[in-house]
């Protein structure tokens, strides 16, 4: 069966808010999920690092931004789930350089954005290194 | 010292945030963390021992990623960072015909005349027609879907189209199959394909394959193509395409009708969801009719075919939205269209993360399609239509049994015969006489051994046997007190 990941409604919200906005240019963040709960329940929205003619197709969040949200994630009982991104006027599906960087058991949040707004949502997720890529289900809770 | 493990990456390392080391140098920490966890060396190295791209090793916030940097030694209180570098991008090219064959392609004044409306539309412009021309398509199967698919590729201007059809044209093919016509009678479909491709464009590379799909071809037919548009009519034909085409990474772009509804989506494209995501299993053999035992509405080839041919010019153009993990669902009757979502499914068994199907040769389709007799089940015994016309004409004692639905026999009565739909001949068995021989009839004699099948379940105990062939068999049966039987 597919997998499937929770994210609160509030925090779905937050995400398309910030990548509509975010158009034309690719917009990213990262997951936080609730230690207990297992459900995504926050973000942290980050300025894309990729040089300026290359943020249209491209997003890249620095190690050591990365190093000090998570630790401040964990001081507050959270963790890093995984990722999201959008693809500007491209459909929300993998590139080679999203499943090259892809880390194994996290989730990668797709989002393809346009003229008009949000379009499709998809996430995807790895168990091995070397493994295949799998689709997993978006839950609103 | 201390190594400080990304939470990312933790799943790795036992789950620690923090390791203690003696070692001091990244040389001797990354060899130490090989011996106590192992676990971590395929996420940290690829297969040639090289740190992964998305790995990143910082000595306090400076980036010592580089394997120059790792001989030097570490003072006792630096912490050393192991985390992910975190990037991605946007497909560059979303066109499924990669540059170099794009930019080999040269257009002559005629082609510029005959594909103006195309050059016109920014979206496609010549680069778009150069990838059309440059496009590779195979089209399985010649018949009602095949028939706007052909037509259409051909007339968009791509640039080698295969046809794989082992069939010949039949009269009742020519209500839906619009590139046949009644001269084309008995020619095998491949060859009028051919023709109307040709009248439409002589420059355009065909290539005909008058051959039935199977295992021991289906790579060679589809290996080195862009795309493959499925236009069959059988479940066995449909899985062997979809596990071909996903093991040659090719895409597939998928139609199928039935009676006044359709269907179009897209599989196997940039890891999207494959036919077995979406149809685990065919349904048991013989009851859901094919178009030729449940009839389907002229024009409806024609809609689902042209948007299937729609779908296979933007994957090669690389533009607009399309049907890949979507099901576009056509009711012609009420004209009602709608999109359905269609996940990848992680226990796919071909697409998933663990497959079991690594070559078409593993699998067996026949199997698979209810298309073989399963040994442990008594075989059911049947009259070939001379043998049912002897009985009949020696006025043997027998019951025939009509299994058709009500709006079939209105085509064709069969003489003498109880009516019973399949759905009540369970509650209707005691109508049956055991002591006596039971033939069951349907159009093309698989729901009637469907039929005989579910009497068995139910318990009945006289012997029944099947019309092999169905009616359609019997069309040219004379019996010797009339003329002609029909």
């Not at chain 2, 990354?30 to 000595?59: A, C, H, T």
């Not at chain 2, 993360?353 to 026949?366: M, T």
């Not at chain 2, 033939?439 to 068995?456: D, E, P, V, Y």
Request: hydrophobic residues 40%; aromatic residues 8%.
């Amino acid at each position: 069966m597919t997998d499937t990941v929770s994210i609160s409604k509030r925090t779905y919200a937050a995400i398309m808010l910030q990548l509509k906005n975010a158009y034309p240019y690719e917009g990213c963040g990262i997951l936080l999920g609730n230690k207990q709960s297992g459900i995504v329940e926050d973000i942290n929205s980050i300025d894309n690092s990729a040089e300026d003619d290359r943020k249209t197709a491209h997003y890249m969040i620095d190690p050591i931004t990365l190093y000090r949200l998570e630790i401040e994630a964990e001081s507050r009982g959270m963790s890093v789930a995984g990722f999201y991104h959008s693809h500007p006027d491209k459909a929300a599906v993998l590139s080679k350089e999203d499943k090259q960087y892809m880390i194994p058991g996290m989730l990668y949040v797709v989002v393809s954005t346009g003229r008009y707004g949000i379009g499709e949502i998809k996430g995807y997720m790895k168990d091995e290194p070397d493994g295949k890529v799998y689709g997993v289900s978006i839950w609103e809770v | 010292m201390n190594v400080y493990i990304s939470a990312t990456l933790r799943n790795f390392f036992g789950k620690n945030a923090r390791l203690e080391t003696k070692a001091s140098s990244i040389n001797d920490i990354l060899s130490w963390i090989k011996d106590e966890y192992p676990e971590s060396e395929k996420v940290l190295f690829d297969e040639n021992g090289k740190l992964r791209s998305f790995i990143r090793i910082y000595v306090g916030d400076e980036n010592r990623s580089s394997e120059d940097k790792w001989k030097t030694s570490l003072s006792e209180d630096s912490e050393v960072l192991l985390l992910p570098a975190i990037a991605g991008g946007a497909p560059e090219n979303d066109s499924i015909i990669p540059e170099e064959r794009r930019k080999a392609v040269a257009f002559d004044d005629k082609e510029i005349e005959r594909f103006g409306r195309h050059l016109m539309l920014r979206d496609i412009g010549v680069k778009g027609q150069k990838r059309i021309k440059a496009a590779r398509v195979v089209i399985a199967g010649a018949g009602a879907l095949g028939s706007a698919v052909i037509q259409y590729l051909a007339a968009a201007g791509v640039g080698t189209i295969k046809v794989v059809d082992f069939d010949e044209v039949s009269l009742e093919n020519l209500q839906s199959q619009v590139i046949h016509t009644t001269r084309d009678l008995n020619r095998p479909k491949v060859a009028s394909a051919k023709d109307i491709v040709r009248n439409i464009n002589r420059n355009i590379n065909f290539e005909a394959e008058n051959t039935k799909l199977e295992t021991e071809n289906i790579v060679d037919i589809i290996d080195g193509y862009d795309i493959v548009i499925d236009c069959t009519d059988n479940y066995k034909a449909r899985y062997l395409i979809n596990d071909a085409a996903y093991l040659c990474d090719i895409p597939v772009v998928f139609g199928a009708i039935y009676q006044f509804e359709g269907q179009v989506t897209i599989f196997n494209l940039n890891g999207g969801p494959c036919y077995r995501c979406a149809f685990p299993a065919p349904p048991p053999a013989g009851l859901v009719p094919t178009c030729a035992e449940g009839g389907a509405i002229s024009p409806l080839p024609g809609i689902i075919g042209s948007i299937q041919a729609n779908e296979a010019l933007k994957l090669i153009i690389g533009i607009g939205d399309h049907l890949s993990g979507k099901i576009l669902s056509v009711d012609s009757l009420y004209l009602r269209f709608k999109i359905l979502e269609l996940e990848k499914e992680k226990e796919c068994p071909l697409c998933g993360a663990h497959p079991s199907i690594k070559g078409v040769q593993d699998f067996d389709y026949e199997d698979f399609c209810g298309l073989k007799q399963p040994e442990e089940e008594i075989p059911i015994e049947g009259f070939t239509p001379e043998e049912l016309a002897k009985r009949i004409e020696n006025e043997d004692p027998m019951t025939i049994v009509d299994v058709r639905e009500p709006h079939e026999r209105a085509i064709q009565r069969f003489p003498n015969a109880i009516v019973i739909p399949i759905g009540q001949l369970a509650r209707r068995m005691n109508e049956l006489d055991p002591e006596q021989d039971t033939i069951f009839i349907c159009k093309q004699g698989m729901r009637s051994i469907l039929a005989i099948n579910t009497l068995r379940e139910a318990g009945y105990k006289g012997p029944m046997f099947n019309l092999k062939g169905g009616i359609d068999a019997m069309k040219d049966i004379m019996f010797s007190h009339e003329g002609a039987w029909l």
